[in-house]
Each structure stands twice: as C-alpha cells, then as structure tokens.
C-alpha cells in the first residue's frame, strides 16, 4: 500500500486544498499521515468553511473532516517523519502556510527529500508553493531553479489584500508566492486562462489553488502509479 505524509499549516490551511487531495488519496488505499510543525491539530482558515465563501456542499464537508478526521486531530511533529517512510509528501496551501510551513526547515527538508528520493513525489499546492522558494538542495542551489511550476498567483491576491497587504482577518501578508517563486529560478505559469492548473516536473507535482486541488490529487496518483478514483 503506498503512504503519503501530508504537512498542514497550524496557522490556517484552506479546507478544500487539503481535505479534497486528502480523501482522494485515502480513498484510492493510500496510508495517509498527518504532520505539522509543533505536533498541534492543523488550524482551518475559517473562510474556507464558511458557506458563503466555498458553498455549502464544501463547507460542510470541510468542518466534517476537520473535526472527526483523526489523522487531522492527532498529527505528529513535523521533527518526527523522514520523506524516505513515505511515496509522497503532500503540502495543502492556505495563507496560513506561509507563516509556518514555508518557513519551517523540517518542512523543507521533507519537500527537498522527496524530490530527491529516487521513488518520491512532492505535491505543493496553492500558497504552499512559496516553500520552494526557501529550499535549496544539497548543492545549495535553490530546488525550484529552472523546474515549471505553478501556483497562486499574484492577479489572485491583489484581489484578497488591502492597501497594506493585510488579510480580512488583519495580517499583513509576508510575502507574494509568485514573486518569490520566480526570484528563486522557478519557471512560473499559473495559467490563468485554464479552470485549472496542475504542473509536474520530475518528482514535482504544483496546482494552482481550490479548484486544482482534486486534479492535482488525481495527478499525484498517476505519478506514483496508483488507479485513480473516479472525481
């Protein structure tokens, strides 16, 4: 049976990016483990189980599996897991994750280990993405240098900020994914003309947000060889 490691934000993961790969993957028959930095339950960001943001079909299925999901209740630190226990390493977006995830070494590390792994995938999704703009490989050459990838995009956020680049919720956002993705190397596309946009270069798979989250699942499997479950 194949595993996967997911790596959830505890500073606000957005529902649908993580429970949509995560319910895709588990029911193919992949082993899924929940990590996240301190060993916390991952945090959801509210907006993306309100109904009036997602819908309510959404919502609902998002505070379900956030509330009685056990992998999701009882995650374990992120100082624990190795890439190499895992076929693939799974990283859920959300803005929350650029406080913690993108930032965190053991994170980074994880998503390095499973590039580099001969058997390994990485699956990085949304705002996720600008971990790869943080992680170099032993060379000490950015991993991302020279790789497509996509993302959430920088004509997205303009549209969530205000004029100080602060979140509905008041933070002040650290950084812009494209922006760093690109002065780290990265070939970036979000094909913003496409309803969706999934990326796979080598061992690297990248979406772009919510609604490139169930392909980008259902491309994961592909890549480690698994029957895809019907959408």
């Known amino acids: 049976m194949p595993s996967a490691l997911f790596v959830v934000s505890e500073h606000g993961y957005w529902g649908e990016e993580c429970i949509e790969p995560l319910q895709t993957l588990d029911a193919a028959g992949v082993d899924i483990t929940v990590a996240t930095p301190s060993g ?22 998002v505070r379900e599996a956030d509330e009685t999901d056990e992998r999701l209740n009882n995650p374990v630190p992120l100082t624990e897991p190795a890439a190499e226990e895992f076929d693939a390493v799974v990283f859920p977006g959300g803005h929350g994750a650029e406080w913690d995830i993108n930032q965190d070494q053991h994170a980074r590390r994880l998503l390095r280990n499973a590039v580099a792994d001969e058997d390994g995938k990485a699956l990085v999704v949304c705002h996720a993405v600008g971990i790869l703009a943080f ?12 790789r497509d990838v996509t993302g959430f995009p920088n004509e997205w956020e303009e549209g969530l900020l205000d004029e100080a680049e602060r979140l509905t919720d008041g933070r002040k956002l650290p950084y812009w994914v494209e922006d760093e993705v690109i002065a780290a190397g990265g070939n970036w596309d979000a094909e913003l003309g496409e309803e969706t946009s999934v990326t796979v270069d080598g061992d690297l798979v990248t979406a772009r947000g919510p609604p490139s989250s169930g392909v980008a699942a259902r491309t994961l499997l592909s890549e480690l060889g698994v029957e895809t479950p019907e959408p």
């Open 40 to 61: 916390d339950p991952p945090v959801v960001d509210k907006r993306s189980a309100d109904p009036e943001e997602v819908g309510e079909e959404t919502a609902e299925r």
């Open 135 to 146: 992680t170099r490989e032993e060379s000490g050459d950015f991993l991302v240098a020279g």
